[in-house]
């Protein structure tokens, strides 16, 4: 086991680059089976949910090369259709392979994938849009099954039931290597949605409706190489964007960044007074700033929800709710999405945060608090990372354990928090 131990009270400044976009490049990975020839990917994250995205793909034959942050895949010879359960339960993108396989192989054997325990994630979406994509699925027993019906993988008009992204990167990509038309309505749209389609478009679909809940995917049973880059993580430039906010520090986020993807997170930052300037591929966030939480209309106590996207991000809660901690206020926050989110609350409090969980959806903040160090243990990524920033605010040492969930999600951050004046250390246990 690995843990950060952080030393609390630092004063932040200084230049952070964001890495690629974890939540990007995982379906991406999975999308370049699809091909026979070869796809090359700039600016891949080094975190650990993406080395095993490419273990997975060079297990079923795939040739995978990296040279620093540009990583090569040649998947001509994929020679197998199961994917190890041991594999599949490190991460939730495992069970992306289940169309591309299916399209390669005629059949795919795939064990329930893992992730974060925060909460139900349904794979209903996924089952119900490869059926209608023309796969015979048994999914009621372990491992789940999956053969191409005698008519063959074929375009379809598909609703969602929920606008799942991992369902709709899913189906987007599996239409995309399908003969025939898909109409996907209710889709999802967040930027990494944007860019597995953008992806697609190279390798030889046509697609339309990127941005919006409905795609056109014409397939392309001949997909070919293509060559990409990996936009900056604005999950990861955001939480950058809390760490200045919650200790009045002042930096400047570089990366391959778009300013569109931040307007949402900018509303929800001014909403606890934090302003910062959004330029092509530099995020300002200036130093000094006094956290306020803005009333609503009549002084009522705001509230800040997640939703999808457009809407502020469920990833992003966590660490905004540290922020909240060292805010002057009150702020209801209510996380919609995963009923397991809020549950790293009960160490902020144990930290000296001012909050009340309502139940396992909503939590009320009341700031600022002064908050000191103690020991605590990660669940998840973003609960990890939130974790983290409540230690550099906090008085004393802490120590987070089981720090190997940040670094799923989070490249370089050991580096990176230290360049910007963080007191941190790394131990192995």
Same mark, same amino acid.
């Given at each position: 086991?690995?843990?950060?131990?952080?030393?609390?009270?630092?004063?932040?400044?200084?230049?952070?680059?964001?890495?690629?976009?974890?939540?990007?490049?995982?379906?991406?990975?999975? @999308?370049?089976?699809?091909? *026979?020839?070869?796809?090359?990917?700039?600016?891949?994250?080094?975190?650990?949910?993406?080395?095993?995205?490419? =273990?997975?793909?060079?297990?079923?034959?795939?040739?995978?090369?990296?040279?620093? *942050?540009?990583?090569?895949?040649?998947?001509?010879?994929?020679?197998?259709?199961?994917?190890?359960?041991?594999?599949?339960?490190?991460?939730?993108?495992?069970?992306?392979?289940?169309?591309?396989?299916?399209?390669?192989?005629?059949?795919?054997?795939?064990?329930?994938?893992?992730?974060?325990?925060?909460?139900?994630?349904?794979?209903?979406?996924?089952?119900?849009?490869? =059926?209608? #994509?023309?796969?015979?699925?048994?999914?009621?027993?372990?491992?789940?099954?999956?053969?191409?019906?005698?008519?063959?993988?074929?375009?379809?008009?598909?609703?969602?039931?929920?606008?799942?992204?991992?369902?709709?990167?899913?189906?987007?990509?599996?239409?995309?290597?399908?003969?025939?038309?898909?109409?996907?309505?209710?889709?999802?749209?967040?930027?990494?949605?944007?860019?597995?389609?953008?992806?697609?478009?190279?390798?030889?679909?046509?697609?339309?409706?990127?941005?919006?809940?409905?795609?056109?995917?014409?397939?392309?049973?001949?997909?070919?190489?293509?060559?990409?880059?990996?936009?900056?993580?604005?999950?990861?430039?955001?939480?950058?964007?809390?760490?200045?906010?919650?200790?009045?520090?002042?930096?400047?986020?570089?990366?391959?960044?778009?300013?569109?993807?931040?307007?949402?997170? $900018?509303?929800?930052?001014?909403?606890?007074?934090?302003?910062? *300037?959004?330029?092509?591929?530099?995020?300002?966030?200036?130093?000094?700033?006094?956290?306020?939480?803005?009333?609503?209309?009549?002084? @009522?106590?705001?509230?800040?929800?997640?939703?999808?996207?457009?809407?502020?991000?469920?990833?992003?809660?966590?660490?905004?709710?540290?922020? @909240?901690?060292?805010?002057?206020?009150?702020?209801?926050?209510?996380? =919609?999405?995963?009923?397991?989110?809020?549950?790293?609350?009960?160490?902020?409090?144990?930290?000296?945060?001012?909050?009340?969980?309502?139940?396992?959806? $909503?939590?009320?903040?009341?700031?600022?608090?002064?908050?000191?160090?103690?020991?605590?243990?990660?669940?998840?990524?973003?609960?990890?990372?939130?974790?983290?920033?409540?230690?550099?605010?906090?008085?004393?040492?802490?120590?987070?354990?089981?720090?190997?969930?940040?670094?799923?999600?989070?490249?370089?951050?050991?580096? *990176?928090?230290?360049? #910007?004046?963080?007191?941190?250390?790394?131990?192995?246990?």
């Amino acid at each position: 086991m690995r843990s950060l131990v952080i030393n609390g009270g630092a004063e932040i400044s200084g230049n952070v680059t964001v890495g690629g976009n974890k939540n990007a490049v995982l379906p991406m990975i999975a @999308a370049s089976i699809l091909t *026979k020839e070869e796809i090359v990917m700039h600016d891949v994250p080094a975190i650990s949910d993406a080395d095993v995205m490419l =273990k997975i793909i060079q297990h079923l034959g795939a040739k995978v090369t990296r040279s620093g *942050k540009t990583v090569r895949i040649n998947a001509k010879n994929i020679t197998k259709s199961e994917i190890p359960r041991s594999l599949c339960s490190a991460l939730r993108t495992s069970i992306l392979l289940a169309g591309p396989l299916s399209v390669r192989c005629g059949e795919a054997t795939i064990y329930p994938p893992g992730g974060d325990v925060i909460g139900r994630r349904r794979l209903d979406s996924h089952f119900y849009g490869l =059926k209608k #994509l023309g796969s015979a699925i048994q999914g009621d027993s372990v491992p789940f099954e999956f053969r191409t019906t005698p008519r063959g993988m074929h375009g379809s008009e598909i609703f969602l039931d929920e606008a799942s992204v991992t369902a709709t990167e899913h189906i987007l990509m599996t239409a995309a290597a399908c003969r025939g038309t898909t109409i996907l309505r209710n889709a999802a749209s967040e930027p990494h949605v944007r860019q597995l389609g953008e992806m697609l478009i190279k390798m030889g679909a046509e697609i339309t409706g990127l941005d919006s809940n409905t795609l056109v995917i014409k397939g392309n049973p001949e997909l070919h190489g293509a060559e990409v880059s990996i936009e900056g993580d604005h999950i990861e430039a955001a939480s950058f964007i809390a760490l200045a906010a919650c200790t009045r520090g002042s930096v400047n986020i570089e990366g391959r960044l778009t300013p569109r993807d931040y307007w949402m997170t $900018r509303r929800v930052f001014e909403r606890i007074g934090i302003r910062f *300037k959004l330029h092509p591929d530099l995020i300002e966030v200036p130093g000094g700033q006094r956290m306020k939480i803005q009333p609503d209309f009549g002084n @009522a106590i705001p509230q800040i929800s997640d939703g999808p996207w457009p809407q502020f991000p469920s990833d992003m809660m966590s660490c905004l709710i540290v922020c @909240a901690t060292q805010a002057k206020g009150s702020v209801l926050f209510f996380e =919609k999405m995963f009923e397991s989110r809020i549950y790293f609350v009960d160490r902020l409090i144990a930290m000296g945060a001012n909050a009340v969980v309502c139940d396992p959806h $909503r939590v009320v903040i009341s700031g600022p608090a002064k908050l000191r160090g103690i020991e605590m243990s990660s669940p998840d990524i973003r609960a990890g990372m939130a974790m983290v920033l409540a230690a550099i605010c906090a008085r004393g040492r802490s120590v987070v354990n089981n720090a190997d969930t940040i670094f799923r999600g989070y490249e370089d951050i050991c580096a *990176k928090l230290t360049g #910007l004046g963080v007191e941190i250390a790394l131990e192995q246990h």
